[in-house]
């Protein structure tokens, strides 16, 4: 492991998961069963519970890792191995930009959720946001062997991708600050967000507009 690796792993790996816990945390429903999407060591799952006793996290992935936090089951990374409408809520965190079509788990997602989807991602958006998204991805992920295919979208692209998923955008939140004040001002930026999303067509028959 490179120097910078190692600095990045006990200083900005652990701020960032701090700071996802308490996101994640505050948009998932209330005693939800929750299923994490590519949940890696599942350490966020468990922050998350730590806050939120009420809520239960299992997770699939298609690389499963030696020690891990939560349940995992292995998938292809396409289909989600799970029935229609059986769980609460579909986490993604840092998942759809390695995947080459991000629109088949989305749909795979409203699927299998029977309320909400709740996404953290990278948004292509500012001054050498594409250069700084690869160097970010490369040193968080090219040791553990995820793909990389590099796969950002700018806001317009994810919402029209969620639109065309039958998710209806709840909540869209860019002010993360993920990272350390000192570092926060270059790789955090407007390069991500974290979005909780309702099924439309469920979300209008609830209220009498379906």
């Known amino acids: 492991?490179?120097?910078f690796e190692a600095l990045h792993q006990r200083w900005i790996y652990?701020?960032?998961?701090?700071?996802?816990t308490a996101h994640l945390a505050t948009a998932l429903p209330r005693e939800a069963r929750v299923l994490d999407v590519g949940c890696g060591d599942g350490r966020i799952d468990r922050g998350v519970m730590a806050r939120r006793p009420d809520v239960s996290i299992e997770g699939i992935?298609?690389?499963?890792r030696p020690a891990v936090e939560i349940p995992v089951t292995p998938f292809d990374g396409r289909r989600i191995p799970h029935p229609d409408r059986s769980f609460d809520a579909v986490m993604f965190v840092d998942v759809l930009h390695h995947t080459e079509d991000p629109l088949v788990?989305?749909?795979e997602a409203a699927r299998v959720t029977r309320s909400a989807v709740v996404i953290k991602d990278h948004l292509l958006k500012g001054l050498l946001a594409g250069p700084t998204l690869h160097f970010m991805d490369w040193i968080g992920n090219a040791r553990h062997g995820v793909v990389l295919p590099y796969n950002y979208w700018p806001e317009c692209r994810w919402k029209a991708g969620f639109a065309d998923a039958g998710l209806a955008v709840e909540?869209?939140?860019t002010d993360v600050r993920l990272y350390p004040p000192a570092i926060d001002w270059l790789f955090g930026r407007s390069l991500h967000f974290v979005s909780l999303l309702s099924i439309r067509d469920r979300a209008g028959a609830a209220?009498?507009?379906g």
């Open 1 to 3: 492991m490179s120097a």
């Open 105 to 107: 788990l989305l749909r």
């Open 14 to 20: 652990a701020h960032r998961v701090a700071a996802l």
């Open 207 to 209: 209220d009498g507009r």
């Open 61 to 64: 992935d298609v690389l499963v």
């Open 171 to 173: 909540r869209w939140q």
